[in-house]
C-alpha cells in the first residue's frame, strides 16, 4: 500500500472524528426522542438549514476539487504509482459515498419532518 493511501486513510479518521464530534452534541441537544424513537413532530432541526448541512457542503466542495486534482495529474500522465494520485483519487471515492449517504438521509428525514408538521392539513385538503 503507497504513501498515499495511507495519508488518505489518516485524513479520512481525521474528518471522522469533527464529523462525529460535531453531529453527536447536535442530536442530543436537537432531536426529540420518545420511547427511542425520534419525533418528528417535536423535532424542528431537520426542517432548517443545520451546521452539519453547512459541513455537508463544505465536503463537497473538497470532494469537487479532490475530483479535479485527479483529472490534473492524469493529465500529467501520472499513474496511480505517484503518492499524490493516490491520495487524492481516494479521498474522492470516500467522500463521495459519504455524501451520497448523507443526502439520501437527510431527505427522507426531511420528507418524515415535513409529514410530522403537516400531513394531517394536506391529507385534509384533498
Given at each position: 500500500?503507497?504513501?498515499?493511501?495511507?495519508?488518505?486513510?489518516?485524513?479520512?479518521?481525521?474528518?471522522?472524528?469533527?464529523?462525529?464530534?460535531?453531529?453527536?452534541?447536535?442530536?442530543?441537544?436537537?432531536v426529540?426522542?420518545?420511547?427511542?424513537?425520534?419525533?418528528?413532530?417535536?423535532?424542528?432541526i431537520?426542517?432548517?438549514?443545520?451546521?452539519?448541512?453547512?459541513?455537508t457542503?463544505?465536503?463537497a466542495?473538497?470532494?469537487?476539487?479532490?475530483?479535479?486534482?485527479?483529472?490534473?495529474?492524469?493529465?500529467?500522465s501520472?499513474?496511480?504509482?505517484?503518492?499524490?494520485m493516490?491520495?487524492?483519487a481516494?479521498q474522492?471515492?470516500?467522500?463521495v459515498?459519504?455524501?451520497?449517504?448523507?443526502?439520501?438521509?437527510?431527505v427522507?428525514?426531511?420528507?418524515?419532518?415535513?409529514?410530522?408538521h403537516?400531513?394531517?392539513?394536506?391529507?385534509?385538503?384533498?
Amino acid at each position: 500500500m503507497g504513501i498515499g493511501f495511507i495519508v488518505s486513510f489518516i485524513v479520512v479518521g481525521i474528518w471522522s472524528i469533527i464529523i462525529l464530534g460535531i453531529t453527536i452534541p447536535m442530536d442530543k441537544k436537537y432531536v426529540v426522542r420518545e420511547n427511542g424513537k425520534i419525533n418528528y413532530k417535536k423535532t424542528t432541526i431537520y426542517l432548517r438549514w443545520n451546521v452539519f448541512d453547512t459541513l455537508t457542503l463544505v465536503l463537497a466542495i473538497y470532494t469537487i476539487l479532490c475530483v479535479q486534482a485527479v483529472f490534473i495529474l492524469l493529465t500529467s500522465s501520472q499513474t496511480i504509482e505517484n503518492p499524490y494520485m493516490q491520495f487524492f483519487a481516494n479521498q474522492s471515492s470516500a467522500w463521495v459515498i459519504v455524501i451520497v449517504g448523507y443526502l439520501v438521509s437527510r431527505v427522507s428525514i426531511t420528507l418524515k419532518s415535513i409529514k410530522a408538521h403537516w400531513g394531517d392539513e394536506l391529507d385534509d385538503e384533498q
